[in-house]
């Protein structure tokens, strides 16, 4: 069975500083897809990044990056220019059925 | 821009009843999700469902679960006598396809409160 690991229930980054979340899983299927999404305080979760597991380039999204290493299992988001908006749960999913605990985000002024 | 609404925002509900939780796609959207989120812990996938019929179920989606879509519009999620541990907010969720720009539309959720 798939798994999904975040090692850091909580992260504070300073406003315009970068700040890294990690993200491990576990899967025997060679094609697939990863995704990180944010929960802010109003709960509606948000897709940040999507990366498909048979493209070696990580994938970005404005401030949000990725570091996917497939060998490693490893899926972290990076968020550069923190922004106090940034502020909120990020969840890392293995396809959308797996989700991690997700790791709380604060960005301090 | 669309959205997925949920409602109600929040039900409470004694254990032992059944309880529906209702959501409304996006209009043109196909694939339906429902998921859910103990306080504190993180999201479970329960069940996908597609062309009025489940796609996919977790463990968590036992016979007490069911989903419906009754009228091309509205997508439930039945929980037939709920139990304590029910208790949890309840996300749906809509996408247009399987594509790589066709990414889920969450809605806010609703938080289900067992007595």
């Known amino acids: 069975a798939q798994t999904v690991t975040q090692s850091q229930p909580e992260m504070s980054v300073q406003e315009a500083e970068t700040v890294t979340l990690s993200c491990t899983y576990d899967?025997?299927?060679?094609?697939?897809?990863l995704f990180w999404y944010k929960q802010p305080p109003s709960r509606q979760m948000i897709l940040v990044i999507r990366?498909?597991?048979?493209?070696?380039q990580n994938a970005t999204e404005n401030r949000f990056s990725v570091n996917f290493q497939k060998a490693a299992k490893s899926f972290s988001l990076k968020i550069s220019d923190s922004q106090l908006g940034d502020a909120a749960m990020y969840f890392c999913?293995?396809?959308?059925?797996?989700f991690g605990k997700g790791t709380k985000l604060t960005v301090n002024p | 821009e669309p959205e997925v609404t949920q409602t109600p925002s929040h039900q409470v509900t004694q254990m032992g009843q059944e309880v529906i939780l209702r959501c409304v796609p996006i209009?043109?959207?196909?694939?339906f999700y429902w998921y859910r989120q103990i306080l504190g812990q993180k999201v479970e996938f329960l069940v996908s469902?597609?062309?009025?019929?489940?796609?996919?179920k977790s463990e968590i989606f036992d016979d007490q679960f069911s989903v419906e879509r009754p009228d091309g519009s509205n997508f439930t999620l039945k929980i037939r006598s709920t139990k304590l541990e029910d208790s949890a907010m309840y996300f749906c969720?809509?996408?247009?396809?399987?594509?790589?720009?066709?990414?889920?539309?969450f809605g806010d959720g609703t938080r289900l409160s067992i007595l």
């Open positions: 899967t025997s299927e060679s094609d697939y897809y």
């Open positions: 990366q498909e597991a048979y493209k070696q």
């Open positions: 969720a809509s996408r247009l396809g399987l594509g790589t720009n066709q990414p889920q539309h």
């Open positions: 469902f597609y062309n009025n019929e489940i796609s996919e």
């Open positions: 209009s043109n959207h196909l694939y």
């Open positions: 999913a293995y396809e959308e059925l797996v």
